[in-house]
């Protein structure tokens, strides 16, 4: 039986993880910080988050709805999540989805692309150049039209939070297992903030704050190429869900993670992994609710943290969790031509045109390699 230490601990991860990664995706996303919150609430009750917990289809995922939501509206959000989560719930069955994308170098692409495009898109929130663009392509004409002119006091607040989390895990190997270091670096930064800007003192820079977004906003425009947008990427965030949530064999993990999949979207921050299943999972789930709901209550929902700090905690967790092994396997021999062609379709296109084209590589390299091991010795 779990011990209340081991509880206490993973209770105090989960906190953490929620409200570092619910918050970042809302200031850097289309519904701001109050969704992020919302949403941070909802991932520490429903889902088992631990520090073996998969960051980076997260971030394709955030990926996949920001983009449409840019694309159609708010309300593409939810169009995209719900039947994505669905698709998400009957695949996350399977164990050979996760085997193959891995085994085939599928999830490497989808990784290396989604560090990419997150880079190129929240850099603007980091470096506060003001530039605008849904799509990589779009935000590095702005860049290239606009220049950089950074706010070098965000800039400074930003690399702290990269300091914190690349160094701090390295340092401290024990710690990290028991604190978010994503919302430590957040925490130190928002400390910071208020200690040398006061309240009535102009601030030069983007805060939370100002980026406190609309809830509930499910505007969405109709036509056939949004709807096409809608089908195409509630498959890339179905696929992306099952393979982070792949073998899940209990029935309420999986339906924990689906739905929670699909809530925590309809605010543009998904927070994807396995839901609750055990009973000290529930118990947990409802510490790290209360805990994040304080946390937020006391910050007054860190409106004074600067939105730069919450921008590279995006970029340095998409870099850290890149999936070395299953890359090396993208890019050994003749594939690698096909994997580079597929990272750069889905930076100039759609994040999800990637997830499914890196999905379809590894489903015909696993059906060739099959091929290949049952063809008869030659004489």
Request: glycine letters at 10%; charged letters at 10%; aromatic letters at 8%.
């Amino acid at each position: 039986m779990t011990s209340k230490k081991e509880l206490l601990i993973k209770s105090v991860y989960k906190t953490g993880f929620a409200v570092a990664f619910g918050l970042s995706m809302g200031v850097c996303g289309v519904t701001g910080a109050s969704g992020g919150m919302i949403v941070a609430l909802i991932s520490a009750a429903f889902l088992n988050i631990t520090p073996d917990t998969l960051v980076s289809p997260m971030l394709t995922e955030f990926l996949i709805v920001t983009s449409a939501a840019s694309m159609a509206g708010p309300g593409a959000a939810a169009a995209v999540a719900v039947p994505g989560a669905i698709l998400m719930f009957f695949l996350s069955r399977s164990r050979a989805l996760c085997a193959a994308m891995r085994d085939s170098g599928g999830t490497g692409i989808i990784s290396l692309f989604t560090a990419l495009a997150v880079t190129i898109l929240v850099t603007n929130t980091y470096f506060g150049i003001g530039a605008s663009g849904s799509t990589v392509i779009e935000m590095l004409r702005t860049y290239r039209s606009l220049g950089f002119h950074p706010n070098w006091r965000g800039i400074l607040y930003g690399t702290i939070v990269m300091v914190v989390m690349i160094t701090f895990p390295r340092k401290f190997k024990k710690a990290k297992n028991i604190m978010n270091m994503a919302f430590a670096a957040l925490l130190i930064t928002f400390v910071l903030n208020l200690c040398l800007t006061p309240g009535s003192m102009p601030v030069p820079f983007a805060q939370v704050g100002d980026r406190a977004g609309t809830l509930f906003d499910l505007t969405l425009e109709i036509s056939g190429r949004n709807i096409l947008l809608i089908i195409v990427s509630a498959l890339a965030f179905g696929i992306t869900g099952a393979v982070c949530a792949a073998g899940e064999s209990s029935l309420p993990g999986r339906a924990g993670a689906s739905l929670s999949a699909a809530a925590s979207s309809v605010f543009g921050c998904p927070v994807t992994a396995g839901g609750n299943s055990a009973p000290r999972d529930y118990i947990s789930g409802i510490i790290a609710a209360a805990a994040s709901g304080l946390i937020i209550i006391i910050t007054n929902g860190f409106s004074r943290l600067p939105a730069a700090s919450c921008a590279v905690v995006l970029i340095v967790a998409g870099w850290q969790s890149l999936d070395k092994p299953s890359l090396r396997r993208a890019f050994g021999g003749a594939g690698a031509i096909v994997s580079s062609l597929i990272i750069l379709a889905s930076l100039a296109t759609i994040p999800a045109f990637g997830v499914l084209a890196a999905f379809a590589f590894a489903v015909f390299k696993t059906r060739l390699k099959g091929e290949g091991s049952s063809a008869p010795p030659e004489a």
